[in-house]
């Protein structure tokens, strides 16, 4: 079972300061994603990468940016937090070249922006 | 969104019935995934699917690209089925990233 570690877990900023959330991925997965759920939406893709220093766009990438320092490694950095940022923020990783590209996703992080 | 429909939003059950789930997609998918968010918040990977047929315990999925749409049939529902599903499909651009549904959420009762 592919391991994605998220951290942290709970995060509570002040509108206008900076916050970064960090992946972690143990199965050596070339692609990884970043989702926000907020309710009536599902899970929409702000940012993705096909392996290290790779970061792509995804549906709603303003007010975000995204760092892939190594294989392992998926961050989302809000510089300038704003209360509409307040979300559940999911990572995911996936093999993406391989025929059969299920998507294993963390535990989440619960950001709220005051 | 509005590229991949998921319907019900809200599913009742009574233990021991069977019930359907539906996405319809106004995207090319290629692939798709069901997923089960559970009450703590995980999403649990159930299916990937190319067009076909797959079945796990008492949960089947089909996904029918010419037709555009891909289900999830529940037999049997258990306390344990509760949470809410997803569907997302699989666009052929974009990283092979997923375009999600928003969800059913399905409530097993006694």
């Known amino acids: 079972e592919a391991a994605v570690t998220q951290s942290p877990r709970n995060k509570v900023a002040v509108t206008g300061g900076k916050v970064t959330l960090s992946c972690n991925q143990t199965?050596?997965?070339?692609?990884m994603y970043w989702y926000r759920q907020d309710t009536g939406h599902g899970l929409r893709l702000i940012h993705y990468?096909?392996?290290?220093?790779?970061?792509e766009k995804g549906d709603i990438p303003d007010g975000y940016k995204a760092s892939r320092p190594s294989q392992e490694n998926f961050s989302l950095i809000l510089e300038l937090a704003t209360p509409s940022q307040t979300s559940v923020y999911f990572c995911?990783?996936?093999?993406?070249?391989?025929?059969?590209?299920?998507?294993?996703f963390g535990a989440g992080t619960r950001l709220s922006v005051l | 969104g509005d590229k991949v429909k998921q319907s019900p939003s809200a599913l009742s059950l009574q233990e021991g019935t069977n019930s359907a789930l539906r996405c319809n997609f106004s995207?090319?998918?290629?692939?798709v995934q069901w997923f089960l968010q559970n009450p703590r918040g995980s999403l649990i990977n159930l299916f990937y699917?190319?067009?076909g047929t797959k079945e796990n315990g008492r949960l089947k999925s089909t996904f029918n690209s010419k037709e555009s749409y891909s289900t999830l049939h529940i037999r049997d529902a258990q306390l344990e089925d509760s949470g809410t599903y997803f569907c997302a499909a699989e666009a052929p651009q974009g990283g092979r990233a997923l375009i999600f549904g928003t969800g059913t959420t399905v409530s097993v009762s006694p």
């Open positions: 990468s096909y392996g290290a220093g790779s970061t």
């Open positions: 995207i090319a998918a290629t692939t």
């Open positions: 995911a990783s996936g093999p993406g070249t391989s025929s059969q590209n299920t998507l294993y």
């Open positions: 199965n050596n997965h070339n692609n």
């Open positions: 699917l190319v067009p």
